[in-house]
């Protein structure tokens, strides 16, 4: 739908309901024909005016058909108001320009707000829906162990259903198009009671799809139906090759169904069984898990059983003594991260409408002021205070309205920038549109601006003696101007305005401090190309080994490779894998205390793609091929790996700095061995130097490299180093075709972007930020120029005789300017609180900078202080030129 | 019509005189032939010269009140208009046309008075 549609449909709802369902169609049709016809932007701005104009009017009229004569009158107000707005247009569209950017900024953030925070998600009773987590001292938010999750489910009795999803494997697609690699999560048959949502189209798998082995059936998700398969509804039941094994398509999802979105954001395009035994997996920790609750359960029921369970888990199983459990509403998870920003951002835009709203309001204000010569005139001659009252009402409500209508113009513009703007990491932006609330929200803006700031100068008027007014004549204000209202603006707009600009200014800060930061690995000139080995073709480990030993040599063989390497977790691309580690010789810790570190599996040229130096021992050689792999066992089950008892290389790891420090502190870690899970045990071979691996604004941690050599991948991602970028893929394609014609290659993408997607969060809030800041400056620059030159030019009269009886120019130029420079110093300290505040709740996205930073907020006041003395000293300058018999003869 | 009711039928439009400009515009647009909403406005434009534009709020704010005040019928869509289902055709009804003829019967009067006393500049 067109917005221009939307908007019409919006201000429909401002009808009464039976009228919309009588005459709504043809009024669409009709203001549709006059959008149609309006080619040049004069038409345009005439069939806006009048439609808000229209709307108006008649609006008033059918919602308040009873009192004939409240309404001729108010019929009357807008008349006139109408008039009074067009008698004035560039006053008019000033106002409704500032309003605008206000309305519209407030809307835009609104909606996103709205659709990201506020709207229900669409499942089945979603205020039962909760995400239940493991917990284990600080860390509140684990995934779930293969050991837990079967126990709750089965003792705990506060859910109707509990379920658990697993993102632990790609899904390459054969046979139906070009191969393609598909967003599939693994999930337990329950999800779908979980989250109450029927297919679209036939019949998701049940329980028996839960027993190992059995899992070869798959739903798919309508953008998958309709894009590969062109909506063919015959295709249920039929088979399709998912990593070289056929499944059963079982059912496929309605359109808005997009649930669980992966690390990066993105909506699954399939579900399939978990169908393993689980509950072997001990100490195995790869599940999130969703539940329902039971009808009248609350969240604090549900968490105080499933402690007692997660108790009566530890007794029988010693390791999981002190982990907990965190039940948390499925809403506020899938927004967590974000809200602060979003509410932040909110505030933001809050404050650079209020700032416009002052201007607006110091406008208005002096206009009245003005005019208080005709309201007087119109009061001799019987108008009631009320009446006078409601006509400059119905001027605001007019400019409000012409506001709203341009402010939702800007909001549909700004939606458009941020949905491009943010890329995957906020869940459901995409849905955000200018909707009914959006518009609901712009009129309440519209309205609420109108009431409060409309109202400032009706407040005003109630105190004009209609006898001195008149008495006065057109001099305007017959005594040196004392406005305590205008006074009070003009501190409140310094205020909002310096803490919105240091809250912006901290962001902006941390932002290029994070920009800066070393991420201890060259990104520059590094293409990264992910790939998934299926396993029906790639059984077994050594299988995946040799793939990408041959895939990395002959890429390093294009010319123009300088180097190639092969990761399981590209730097930055999201995915973390922490894991226990035992040191060899020291006593076991006690259970919930174990040494953890972050591990990947690296190939042998990784360290020298990444120019990551090693200041002591190596790294890995092809000599670290070892023929029983993998090493990792995951579980105390796990048979040992064939020809285990064979003499070969000795499991080998390279450490970063900080694990050599953590783990072996005031020792030489080289040569020391640990054992991971069920793991022989691993020879430390080298230590490197830190790299952030995770987020620029992560301090390193402990983290250890194993070599694909020992512990192969199904799913690794190929790290190219060369000068020529894009010119060099497609004889790498080629090479990978030439291994296996059939394999799909998932993203190819420069490592640098990874790093810098990472930081579009930042980018994007700070930016958005700064934007509004200057917004507000330059608001607050226009709102004290008006105010301090309007004060001068009232004061006219006081300056000539002050110059006649002697006073220097420069004394009349402080006279003038100190009155603005005074309220903006009380403004600038009010706007360190304010600031304070806004840092303080955006701390959390600040990186090594305080919430109170004492040079950002020293630099802000004086930087937002001189340019209000500048806005004060033009006025100021232009009344040290007056000559003074000018002034007074006409007087 | 019968004589009878022809003085009921006066009383009742003379209680509705004087007409408001959109009530007139609208009766004189449908004493010509039924039209629906669209039709009227610019029938409307068209025959003010383009100076008075009906906005679709006050168009059918009008329609609703001549309904209630029986100046005007709703017809079903005319079997012929294949357009667009949802438009609806009105049609003047006695009343409508009488008023009209008051209205405009006034308004003669006037503009023959002004003439006469040359207030208007064209005679």
């Known amino acids: 739908m067109r917005l221009s549609d939307r908007i019409f449909r919006g201000l429909l709802l401002l009808y009464p309901a039976a009228f919309r369902r009588r005459f709504g169609g043809e009024m669409l049709e009709m203001l549709a024909a006059r959008r149609d016809a309006a080619r040049s932007p004069t038409a345009w701005l005439a069939l806006w005016t009048g439609v808000v104009y229209d709307t108006a009017r008649s609006v008033v009229r059918e919602r308040l058909p009873v009192r004939r004569n409240l309404v001729e009158s108010l019929r009357q107000d807008v008349r006139h108001a109408w008039r009074v707005v067009r008698r004035t247009p560039g006053f008019s569209v000033f106002v409704i320009l500032l309003m605008a950017i206000g309305v519209g900024s407030t809307t835009a953030v609104f909606s996103v707000v709205h659709a990201v925070l506020l709207r229900p998600l669409a499942f089945k009773d979603a205020d039962r829906l909760v995400f239940v987590w493991e917990q284990r001292h600080a860390v509140r938010r684990n995934t779930v162990g293969g050991h837990e999750f079967p126990v709750w489910k089965e003792r705990s009795r506060s859910f109707e259903a509990m379920a658990a999803i697993a993102f632990d494997r790609d899904f390459s697609l054969t046979g139906a198009g070009d191969p393609a690699v598909l967003n599939g999560v693994r999930v337990t048959s329950d999800f779908f009671n979980v989250m109450g949502v029927p297919p679209a189209l036939g019949q998701v798998f049940g329980p028996e799809a839960d027993v190992p082995g059995r899992g070869d059936v798959a739903v798919i998700s309508h953008r998958l139906w309709t894009e590969r398969f062109g909506a063919d509804r015959g295709l249920i039941g039929r088979t399709i090759a998912l990593n070289d094994r056929s499944h059963i398509v079982a059912a496929v999802m309605p359109p808005d169904f997009q649930f669980p979105a992966n690390g990066a954001g993105l909506a699954p395009d399939l579900w399939t069984p978990i169908a393993e035994p689980i509950h072997q997996y001990r100490g195995r920790h790869y599940l999130f898990v969703v539940g329902r609750l039971a009808p009248g359960v609350s969240q604090v029921q549900a968490q105080t059983e499933l402690a007692s369970i997660a108790d009566a888990v530890a007794r029988e199983f010693p390791p999981n003594k002190d982990h907990r459990v965190n039940v948390q509403p499925l809403q506020s998870e899938l927004v967590d991260d974000v809200r602060n920003a979003i509410l932040i951002l909110f505030a933001a835009v809050a404050v650079v409408l209020l700032v416009g709203c002052c201007n607006v309001a110091n406008l208005l204000l002096a206009r009245a002021t003005a005019r208080q010569q005709e309201i007087a005139i119109r009061a001799a001659l019987g108008a009631g205070r009320l009446r006078i009252a409601r006509q400059l009402v119905a001027e605001a409500a007019l400019l409000s309205l012409g506001a709203a209508a341009l402010g939702l113009f800007l909001a549909a513009w700004l939606v458009d920038i941020i949905r491009s703007a943010v890329p995957g990491q906020v869940p459901r932006l995409a849905t955000v549109a200018i909707d009914p609330a959006a518009v609901a929200f712009a009129i309440a803006v519209a309205i609420a601006t109108t009431l409060i700031f409309g109202m400032v100068p009706v407040w005003q008027l109630f105190g004009v003696q209609v006898a001195d007014r008149l008495r006065t004549g057109n001099k305007g204000v017959p005594s040196p101007v004392r406005h305590p209202l205008r006074s009070v603006l003009i501190v409140a707009e310094v205020a909002l305005t310096v803490s919105l600009s240091i809250g912006a200014a901290l962001l902006l800060q941390s932002f290029f401090k994070l920009h800066r930061v070393d991420p201890g690995f060259d990104s520059a000139d590094v293409m990264t190309m992910g790939l998934t080995l299926p396993a029906a073709r790639y059984q077994g480990a050594v299988h995946q080994r040799t793939f990408y030993i041959d895939a990395v040599e002959r890429i390093r063989g294009v010319p123009g490779v300088e180097s190639a390497a092969a990761t399981n977790m590209v730097p930055h691309g999201g995915g973390l894998s922490g894991i226990a580690i035992a040191v060899e010789g020291r006593p076991s810790p006690r259970p919930g205390e174990e040494a953890t570190a972050r591990y990947r599996v690296v190939s042998t040229e990784y360290f020298r793609t990444l120019n990551i130096t090693t200041p002591r021992g190596r790294t890995f050689i092809a000599a670290d091929a070892r023929s029983a792999v993998p090493l990792i066992r995951w579980f105390e089950q796990q048979p040992l790996p064939p020809r285990f008892a064979e003499s070969q290389a000795p499991p080998a790891a390279v450490i970063n700095e900080t694990m050599a420090r953590q783990i072996w502190p005031g020792e030489d870690p080289l040569g020391r061995r640990f054992r991971v899970l069920f793991s022989p045990p691993i020879v430390v071979m080298g230590i490197v130097a830190d790299a952030r691996n995770a987020a620029l604004s992560d301090e390193p941690v402990a983290e250890f490299y194993l070599s694909d050599l020992q512990e192969p991948q199904s799913r690794m991602t190929l790290l190219i180093r060369s000068r020529d970028g894009d010119a060099v893929l497609p004889a790498i394609r080629a090479q990978i075709a030439a291994l296996d014609p059939k394999l799909p290659i998932a993203s190819v993408r420069p490592l640098e972007e990874v790093v810098a997607t990472n930081l579009a969060p930042h980018r994007f809030i700070s930016t958005v930020m700064g934007g509004f800041a200057l917004i507000a400056l330059l608001l607050m620059v226009a709102g004290v120029y008006c105010v301090i030159s309007y004060a001068t030019a009232q004061r006219s009269q006081e300056i000539g005789i002050r110059m006649a009886l002697g006073a220097t120019r420069l004394d009349i130029g402080r006279l003038v300017a100190r009155g603005g420079i005074v309220l903006c110093v009380v403004g600038a300290a009010l706007g360190l609180a304010g600031g304070y505040a806004l840092g303080r709740s955006a701390s959390g996205l600040l990186y090594e900078i305080q919430p109170a930073d004492p040079s950002t907020y020293v630099a802000l006041v004086l930087g937002v202080l001189a340019i209000a003395a500048i806005a004060s000293w033009i006025p100021a300058r232009r009344a040290m030129r007056v000559d003074p018999t000018t002034i007074l003869r006409a007087e | 019509?019968?004589?009878?009711?022809?003085?009921?039928?006066?009383?009742?439009?003379?209680?509705?005189?004087?007409?408001?400009?959109?009530?007139?515009?609208?009766?004189?647009?449908?004493?010509?032939?039924?039209?629906?909403?669209?039709?009227?406005?610019?029938?409307?434009?068209?025959?003010?010269?383009?100076?008075?534009?009906?906005?679709?709020?006050?168009?059918?704010?009008?329609?609703?009140?001549?309904?209630?005040?029986?100046?005007?019928?709703?017809?079903?869509?005319?079997?012929?208009?294949?357009?667009?289902?949802?438009?609806r055709y009105y049609r003047i009804t006695d009343l409508g046309r009488r008023a009209l003829e008051l209205e405009t019967d006034g308004l003669a009067s006037l503009v023959g008075t002004a003439m006469r006393r040359r207030a208007l500049k064209r005679t």
Do not use: W
């Not at chain 2, 704010?61 to 949802?86: F, H, N, Q, V, Y």
């Open chain 2, 1 to 87: 019509m019968s004589p009878t009711r022809k003085p009921a039928l006066d009383e009742r439009a003379k209680r509705l005189l004087p007409l408001t400009p959109a009530v007139l515009q609208i009766l004189l647009s449908l004493s010509s032939e039924d039209r629906h909403g669209l039709g009227i406005a610019a029938d409307v434009r068209e025959f003010t010269g383009g100076r008075s534009i009906l906005g679709p709020g006050t168009l059918y704010g009008t329609i609703k009140r001549m309904l209630d005040a029986e100046l005007i019928d709703d017809l079903e869509s005319p079997a012929g208009d294949a357009d667009d289902p949802r438009r």
